[in-house]
């Protein structure tokens, strides 16, 4: 459904039974936006499972947003204590953000409590480990203020390895029908799912993130609201998703799959005037599967950066194609493509210019 690794994101894992404790929403944690924002024009949603420094940078990139009243409203589904007191930490220093406290439930079940309380008539997604572009919010907010048939927009994104790396941007049409139709029938939805934004009332009128979607619970959501609308793509590059050697997740990428087709079924069923629920039922089957062969993640995700660092002619990709030779020394496109990459260290010391490098961010909005 995108041009993306699969990730296995921090704020993606399982629930855990070893997580426990009630789930809190206390003033302490979840401040008062001004008055002058009693309704702000968007409701940014983060989950959170983990992530340390990396959560502060995309806490940082949002926030740093001008030109758009907005709300972040954060799920910490269970984060161990460092990143929980970095989160607090950030809630009591601006009064924009929103912290939710919930035991450990899984990705879908934080979006979809996130989502529940969000205030603004458009909802905008952000992922822990990823970092929104200044003046995506205001872009987002002025995509749906001139179409009002658009039910789901995003952008243009920068997709960068460990160290920042620009390794691809992916884009989609700038025709909103032409999107709407490569979703339906071609499945080809946006760029990312933390880039995406969609209208509050549409999302609850299709009935939002569906819990039995472990997995692909964002292109399930966009079939449902492509059905409704148009679907949009600002050709601007606007979010930056990260890509982590430890991240990449070929069993993640199977259940994808798997949970991608499912969501695939229900929209035939849909069109034929059928109920959903037996396709549903079958979900949890499907978490019980496992992928075929043998798999070697931290070799295969080497092996993806340095081959995208390497068509762009990046000398850094030898770093990375030398490190899946380490994990994998027994495939020969490896060794070629690692030897390759020596070669242009050797001739190019310099990396190309990155067009998407984030400016620095300035201080959070705190309480006046």
Same mark, same amino acid.
């Given at each position: 459904?995108?041009?993306?690794?699969?990730?296995? /994101?921090?704020? @993606?894992?399982?629930?855990?039974?070893?997580?426990?404790?009630?789930?809190?929403?206390?003033? =302490?944690? @979840?401040?008062?936006?001004?008055?002058?924002?009693?309704?702000?024009?968007? $409701?940014?949603?983060?989950?959170?499972?983990?992530?340390?420094?990396?959560?502060?940078?995309?806490?940082?990139?949002?926030?740093?947003?001008?030109?758009?009243?907005?709300?972040?409203?954060?799920?910490?589904?269970? $984060?161990?204590?460092?990143?929980?007191?970095?989160?607090?930490?950030?809630?009591?220093?601006?009064?924009?953000?929103?912290?939710?406290?919930?035991?450990? =439930?899984?990705?879908?079940?934080?979006?979809?409590?996130? @989502?529940?309380?969000?205030?603004?008539?458009?909802?905008? *997604? =952000?992922?822990?480990? /990823?970092? !929104?572009?200044?003046?995506?919010?205001?872009?987002?907010?002025?995509?749906?203020?001139?179409?009002?048939?658009?039910?789901?927009?995003?952008? $243009?994104?920068?997709?960068?390895?460990?160290?920042?790396?620009?390794?691809?941007?992916?884009?989609? !049409?700038? /025709?909103?029908?032409?999107?709407?139709?490569?979703?339906l029938h071609n499945r080809r939805g946006p760029p990312s799912h933390g880039a995406c934004a969609f209208r509050r009332d549409a999302y609850v009128a299709v009935g939002g993130y569906r819990e039995p979607f472990r997995y692909a619970q964002d292109s399930d959501l966009w079939l449902r609201l492509a059905e409704r609308g148009r679907v949009s793509c600002i050709p601007s590059v606007l979010y930056r998703y990260s890509v982590h050697p430890e991240a990449i997740s070929g069993a993640r990428a199977f259940h994808q799959g798997l949970f991608g087709e499912l969501g695939q079924a229900c929209l035939l069923a849909r069109r034929a005037g059928q109920s959903e629920v037996p396709l549903l039922a079958q979900a949890g089957s499907l978490l019980a599967r496992k992928p075929?062969?043998?798999?070697?993640?931290?070799?295969?995700?080497?092996?993806?950066?340095? $081959? @995208?660092?390497?068509?762009?002619?990046?000398? *850094? !990709?030898?770093?990375?194609?030398?490190?899946?030779?380490?994990?994998?020394?027994?495939?020969?496109?490896?060794?070629?493509?690692?030897?390759?990459?020596?070669?242009?260290?050797?001739?190019?010391?310099?990396?190309?210019?990155?067009?998407?490098?984030?400016?620095?961010?300035?201080?959070?909005?705190?309480?006046?």
């Amino acid at each position: 459904m995108t041009d993306l690794p699969a990730r296995q /994101d921090k704020l @993606c894992a399982q629930p855990s039974a070893a997580v426990a404790g009630p789930e809190t929403l206390s003033h =302490q944690h @979840c401040q008062a936006v001004p008055a002058s924002s009693d309704v702000p024009e968007l $409701s940014v949603v983060m989950c959170v499972y983990n992530g340390g420094s990396a959560v502060e940078g995309a806490l940082a990139s949002v926030l740093q947003q001008e030109g758009v009243e907005f709300e972040l409203i954060v799920v910490n589904d269970g $984060s161990d204590a460092e990143t929980t007191e970095l989160l607090r930490s950030w809630a009591r220093r601006d009064v924009r953000v929103r912290l939710v406290e919930q035991p450990n =439930q899984g990705l879908t079940s934080a979006l979809i409590r996130g @989502c529940s309380l969000a205030r603004a008539a458009i909802i905008a *997604r =952000q992922d822990g480990d /990823d970092e !929104s572009m200044p003046g995506r919010l205001r872009a987002l907010r002025d995509a749906f203020a001139t179409d009002p048939i658009l039910m789901l927009t995003s952008s $243009s994104v920068a997709v960068v390895g460990p160290r920042g790396e620009l390794l691809y941007i992916v884009t989609r !049409s700038a /025709d909103p029908d032409t999107n709407r139709h490569a979703l339906l029938h071609n499945r080809r939805g946006p760029p990312s799912h933390g880039a995406c934004a969609f209208r509050r009332d549409a999302y609850v009128a299709v009935g939002g993130y569906r819990e039995p979607f472990r997995y692909a619970q964002d292109s399930d959501l966009w079939l449902r609201l492509a059905e409704r609308g148009r679907v949009s793509c600002i050709p601007s590059v606007l979010y930056r998703y990260s890509v982590h050697p430890e991240a990449i997740s070929g069993a993640r990428a199977f259940h994808q799959g798997l949970f991608g087709e499912l969501g695939q079924a229900c929209l035939l069923a849909r069109r034929a005037g059928q109920s959903e629920v037996p396709l549903l039922a079958q979900a949890g089957s499907l978490l019980a599967r496992k992928p075929p062969g043998a798999h070697r993640p931290q070799a295969d995700a080497y092996y993806f950066i340095g $081959s @995208c660092l390497l068509r762009r002619a990046d000398p *850094r !990709s030898a770093r990375y194609l030398w490190l899946a030779w380490k994990a994998a020394p027994w495939r020969p496109r490896t060794t070629l493509k690692a030897l390759a990459a020596t070669v242009l260290r050797l001739v190019r010391w310099s990396p190309p210019k990155d067009p998407t490098s984030l400016s620095a961010f300035p201080t959070p909005r705190g309480e006046t």
